[in-house]
């Protein structure tokens, strides 16, 4: 079993539509929980932490479940510029573990 | 103004040759990594240092070999090069050690390496 397993995509989306991604890990131990961004031939960027009491910034909302091992991604009203690949990323005695992501694509 | 820059962005060469990838911070950080994010995208971490002292150094064969002659500089040398080794290299850094909850770790633009 893989330590940080994402839905697979890609994700087709019309522009506006509302999209969730959900990501699931093996280690409870896990201390902190984050969603990283990765465009085309590009390098990850922090897009949020995320809080066991859940936690928005603009259209995105990121919700973690400790008891599940369960963490996802909410995104509103989406953008042509949300496209991108979206990472799961769970720091586990220091070290950041990554999901493969999940490709998002937004259509006009 | 760029935090966290690579060299060379790209590099082909061929089977058993012995490469070098730079890195370099201007974020004042103590902390940087490499990281190799394989054709199927999964993104793995291969060492990590703070304060030029390693302290993360995972199941990486030891053809692998970090440098860091300052906390601003992670460099990273390959020795005998495989064709399994192709790949994107990526440097990144945090303020803070690995074991800090909330840090955040800033990525360099990649090096895309194919051998031939």
């Known amino acids: 079993r893989k330590e940080v397993e994402q839905d697979p995509g890609p994700f087709n989306v019309p522009e506006g539509a509302t999209v969730a991604f959900n990501c699931t890990y093996s280690n409870s131990a896990s201390q902190s929980f984050f969603w990283y961004r990765q465009d085309c031939r590009k390098e990850p960027k922090l897009l949020m932490s995320v809080y066991s009491s859940g936690n928005e910034d603009g259209r995105f909302t990121a919700q973690l479940n400790r008891a599940s091992q369960y963490i996802s991604l909410l995104i509103r009203d989406s953008k042509l510029s949300d496209s991108a690949t979206y990472l799961c990323?769970?720091?586990?005695?220091?070290?950041?573990?990554f999901g493969q992501g999940t490709e998002l694509s937004v259509k006009p | 103004d760029t935090a966290v820059s690579q060299t060379p962005k790209y590099l082909v060469t061929q089977m058993g040759n012995d490469k070098s990838i730079k890195c370099e911070q201007n974020?004042?950080?103590?902390?940087m990594y490499w990281y190799k994010q394989d054709s199927k995208k999964f993104l793995k971490i291969m060492f990590s240092?703070?304060?030029?002292?390693?302290?993360i150094n995972e199941t990486v064969p030891n053809r692998f070999s970090p440098k860091s002659p300052d906390k601003a500089h992670l460099n990273l040398h390959i020795n005998s090069l495989e064709l399994g080794d192709s790949a994107v290299y990526f440097c990144?850094?945090?303020?803070?050690?690995?074991?800090?909850?909330?840090?955040?770790?800033?990525f360099g633009p990649g090096t895309r390496l194919l051998v031939l």
């Open positions: 990323v769970v720091n586990q005695g220091g070290k950041l573990i």
């Open positions: 990144a850094s945090s303020q803070d050690p690995p074991r800090q909850k909330e840090e955040t770790q800033y």
């Open positions: 240092y703070n304060n030029k002292e390693l302290i």
């Open positions: 974020l004042g950080h103590d902390t």
